[in-house]
Structure formats: structure tokens, C-alpha cells
């Protein structure tokens, strides 16, 4: 642990988690010069493979978190289901960023929302749902459709349903039950979009944004993420603000990534929020003077944030296993990279699963039209269908 000065070039820096979220950051945070130490059960995870040193240990072990909190200048963490309690015991012996507060709130949907709306942020309709009897009540107050979901652990769509109307109602209270206690039940917003922005915070309180992305979902989980967003100017910025306004409310220090409805009256609602990097925002890597990996260091580490500026309009593609179903075996990269503009980013995933995230490729292009119709045409070769 250091004192109250920046965490320079030459620190040790902690991720629990080694998925590809915490991957990519320890490939930028090494390009910086910073030592990396991560924590995961997997010796060989995504993380595994690139970091210094490995803590190997499920991430829910409050004494391997503590020992990586005792042995790094500051930890982070790469997604938000790891136990909050242990971080909150680790915090005491070092730093922790975005610290347990943070991790409170965004690991429960019903904190989350709560604490959201607390703040005069605009979210969904809600309402918390335990018994049947408070199904009928949150159904009869909210009207369908709705959609009914697990308060914890939901993540890329599960552990939701939507209901079309009052007698799917019965089903699935049973269904998510039997997954969680806590059920939270949100009106259906018929949105026109859904684009999330990043806000990242120093331990100084200085916020900057990346620009916001429009997001397009496929089965619950980002397919493709668009830059700049086909939005007007004023919701560009409603957005912006809103974003910083979520990382000074909820004094995060780190990234917080800002998931959003925009309805069809150019409305804006909160859908979620990760303290953490975010698939939607991969587009930095290779479109903005600053990666939202390196943006997360600097945060963390204390030093100036960097410029969010957008240098190119991008389109990512996320590439699924199902990608490599397709293809039969390894994806066809070389015709994928023919494609002009595109990037590709690879986990290390030994394991290709249907719905299993596994890469995605960064396309740039003089417009986004271009970019999209060039990023889809590099995963239809990478595919095997170019
Ligand atoms: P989530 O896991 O909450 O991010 O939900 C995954 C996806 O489901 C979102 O990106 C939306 O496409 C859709 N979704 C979630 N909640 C709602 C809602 N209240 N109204 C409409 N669509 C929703």
C-alpha cells in the first residue's frame, strides 16, 4: 500500500477475476510499465495467461483477496458478482477500486435501482417481488408487459423473463424462483435504442466520459456496438451527464459503465450499471486516444485521466463461440483480417462454448455505416461465409 501520491509505472496492480475483461487490462496496465497479479481459480484463464503472477483461488476466498489486497498497491476487479463482504474485509488493509460501496449497489438489482432512483436517476418503473401475492401487486401496479428478473447474479439476459401479459405471470414467479429469492419486476420499456457510456473517476473526483455507444443485443447479449451513436446531440449529452452524475453519486473511483434505454420520446433510463470495464466499451481500444483499460489504470493508480476523444467512427462485433461452430473449428482469421479497419482481439479461451464470448473485432472507417457493414462482413468470413 502507498501513501497518498499516484501508483507510478512500476506498481503492482490487482485484478480479481481473469476473464477478458481483466485480460485486456493487464495487457494495457503492462504496457504502462505496471506489474499485474491477478486472482481466479483458472491458472490458465484469459487474465492467467498475461499477468506477472497468479493468486490461484476462487474469487469468492475472503483470505486469497486478502492476500492479493496485502502484496499490490491497488486492486480492482473485472466483473461485479465477486463477494463484496471480502472486499469490504480487504479494503481495511489497502486500496480497493471502485471500493465494496460500489459493489453494494451494483451487484442487486433492487440496491441499484434504489439507489438510482434515490438519486434523482431516471430508471424503469420497479417493483420488489417475493411471494405471489406481491407478484399480483407488482403486476396489477406496473400492467404488462414487464419484465420479471432475479435481483442478483443476472447477467447477458438470464435470469429474466418477459411477461407479455398477466397470465404468464404464475410461471414465471415459479421459474425465477426456484434461481433467486429476490425478484425484482420492471416495466417493459419500448425503447428505440439501448447505448451505455463509461465514466471513469479518479480519487480526486475528476470525471470524464467516453462517447456513448449504441448498443444492439442479440438473446440478452451485445452483439454489436456503434460509434458515434445515431442520437441527437442533445441526448449525447444528456447521457454524458448523466453518467458522470452516477460516478460522483456513487463516489466511484475506477470506471462505471452506464447501460441506458433511450425510449421513443428521446427519454433516457438507467437499465444497469458495472463498476467495471464493459464489453461496450471495446471500441476504445482502437477508436479513442485512450483504451478504456488504460482509462482504469490511470483512474485507479491516481494518475490524470486520459483523453476520451473519439478519433475514428468504429463498429465492434463481439464473436461468440457460436462463430467457431459456424466456421468448423478455428474461425477463418485470415480472410476476417482482410477486411480494411478491422482489429481483432482474442481471449485465449480454450474452449469455444455457443454463447460464450471469445473475441471481437474493432472495425474503423471515414463513417459508421461503413464501419458496421465492414465489422459484419469480418465476422461472416471469420465465420467461414465471406
Ligand atoms: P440486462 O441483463 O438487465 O442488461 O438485460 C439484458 C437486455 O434485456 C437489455 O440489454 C435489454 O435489451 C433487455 N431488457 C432488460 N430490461 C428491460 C426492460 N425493462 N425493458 C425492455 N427491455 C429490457
Redesign the pocket.
Known sequence: MTGSGPILPGGILGVVGGGQLGRMFALDARRMGYEVVVLDSDPESPTGQVANDRIVAPYTDTDAVMRLVERCDVVTYEFENVNAAAVATAEGAGFVRPGSHVLRVAQHRLVEKGALAENGFPV?EYAEVDTMADMVRAVERIGTPA?L?TATS????KG?IVLRSAVDMREAHAELRRQSVALIL????P?DM?ISVIAARGPDGDVVCFPPSENQ?VN?ILDVSIVPARISDEVRNAAVKLASGIAEALDVVGLVAV?M?VTIEGELLV??IAPRPHNSGHYTQDACATSQFEQLVRAICGLPLGSTELLSPVVMVNLLGDVWADAGGTPDWDAALGVRGSVLHLYGKAEARIGRKMAHINVTAPDVETALTRALDARERAAGRG
Do not use: L, R
Not at 443476472?154 to 439476459?157: F, S, V
Open positions: 424503469p419484465v428478473k443476472g447477467y447477458d439476459g429474466q420492471e416495466a417493459f420499456v425503447f439501448e443485443h440478452g447501460e434505454f437499465n444497469e
